[in-house]
């Protein structure tokens, strides 16, 4: 029998003379189950706004996107392209032109991202399924047209049923700058808006899709584009999209970037990554402060339990032995209180996850509060809860017995 386990176990268990050292034992462990489900939930929760923000980004993003390495255009021609094409798990690939233009509707102007696509992207991108107000469509017969992201649209009082042209101006290349007629040098187009789209604030606030041809009348292009997007089918793997964006970036050569999701929002997602480490952070530090009531609780069980450690000392136990007993026990206290917190925290987060009874305020893109229970997230938590226990708990012991000479 481990003797150690045994006493620290009967200690847990039995009742103290002192009352208040119940008191902060149970305390202690209500604290730690608290602080434990607080952090799964708090993960979960993260991880499913986490996830909605990728999914909506997904579809504006493609899976992979081919750019010059360096200047802006290229022509995308070659049997690369065709290879491409061929894979099964490509869905389809278009071709982009994105550049930053000055716009001006209805006399309000400002700097957007002209985005111009080809009749691939018209007709198959998910954009289609974030309108909120007109149409997805750029053509009605032979007249262009737009649509623009929600944050452009609110700020310029853009409206699908209103006849104003959106104008897009773009510095002339092969004209000098004149003082005396400055339009003389600049090019300019008209579309007309036909929907508006809402996918992140980021997004909103930035692009306006226009058919490709628009831009390269605007830019004064004939088949160069600034990108090739790459969409692939569902079921795919992280694994095969790395494979896929080496075995491109190796056939196209130095000349070419090939970047995935990732590499296209580099900061983004490496925010959203620092986010939560710091949410994590603040969590378990909130643990430990809760954790030092296992340190009072323990010290006052140490004073208490001087007669027995003295009898058991006479009877030959090793000083080692002794605190093993009271570490044990500290320990004990935050393991229950783990174990009560990951039953706590999973339970909620999986009923919030299959049936969403809490719902989100206002009118937001999901009804209920998003949550994804991850078992990478309840691993690390019980261990660092488990970790900051046993910490605590060694602390008491090694103190008193400096300072007591128990």
Not at 77 to 84: A, L, M, N, R, S
Not at 139 to 160: C, E, F, K, Q
Not at 218 to 244: F, N, P, W
Request: net charge neutral.
């Amino acid at each position: 029998m481990n003797l150690p386990f045994f006493f620290a176990w009967r200690y847990l268990l039995a009742k103290k003379s002192h009352n208040v050292i119940n008191i902060i034992s149970a305390i202690s462990a209500v604290g730690m189950a608290t602080g434990t489900a607080a952090l799964i939930i708090i993960l979960s929760i993260y991880n499913g706004f986490d996830s909605l923000v990728r999914s909506m980004m997904n579809d504006f993003d493609p899976d992979i996107l081919i750019s010059p390495a360096e200047g802006k255009t290229f022509i995308p021609e070659g049997p690369v392209y065709d290879w491409i094409y061929e894979q099964d798990m490509v869905k389809n690939m278009s071709c982009v032109i994105t550049e930053n233009v000055f716009m001006n509707y209805d006399g309000k102007q400002g700097m957007v991202t002209a985005k111009g696509v080809d009749w691939v992207f018209e007709e198959e991108s998910p954009v289609r399924d974030h309108i909120r107000s007109g149409e997805f469509a750029l053509h009605r017969g032979d007249v262009p047209l737009a649509v623009t992201g929600s944050g452009i649209a609110y700020r310029m009082g853009i409206n699908p049923r209103f006849l104003s042209p959106i104008e897009l101006y773009f510095p002339a290349r092969d004209k000098n700058f004149s003082m005396t007629n400055p339009l003389a040098s600049i090019e300019a187009v008209n579309v007309w808006p036909s929907g508006i789209f809402s996918i992140s604030s980021e997004i909103d606030d930035k692009y306006v899709i226009v058919p490709i041809d628009v831009m390269r009348e605007l830019l004064e292009y004939s088949d160069e584009v600034s990108g090739v997007e790459i969409r692939l089918r569902d079921g795919h793997t992280q694994k095969d999209v790395k494979a896929m964006v080496k075995e491109i970036s190796e056939r196209l050569g130095p000349e070419y970037l090939v970047s995935d999701r990732f590499a296209q929002n580099k900061s983004l997602y490496r925010m959203m990554k620092y986010e939560k480490l710091s949410i994590f952070t603040i969590l378990i530090f909130i643990v430990i402060i809760i954790a030092f009531n296992i340190f009072g609780s323990l010290t006052m069980l140490i004073i208490e339990k001087r007669g027995d450690i003295g009898t058991l000392k006479s009877m030959g136990m090793r000083d080692s032995t002794v605190k093993r007993i009271f570490v044990l026990e500290g320990w004990m206290i935050s393991l229950l209180g783990l174990a009560a917190g990951l039953v706590l925290g999973i339970g909620f987060s999986l009923l919030q996850q299959h049936f969403g009874f809490i719902k989100m305020p206002g009118n937001f893109v999901v009804q209920a509060y998003p949550v994804i229970l991850s078992a990478k997230d309840v691993i690390i938590t019980a261990a660092s809860v488990a970790a900051v226990g046993w910490i605590i708990a060694k602390l008491p012991a090694e103190m008193m017995w400096r300072r007591k000479g128990l």
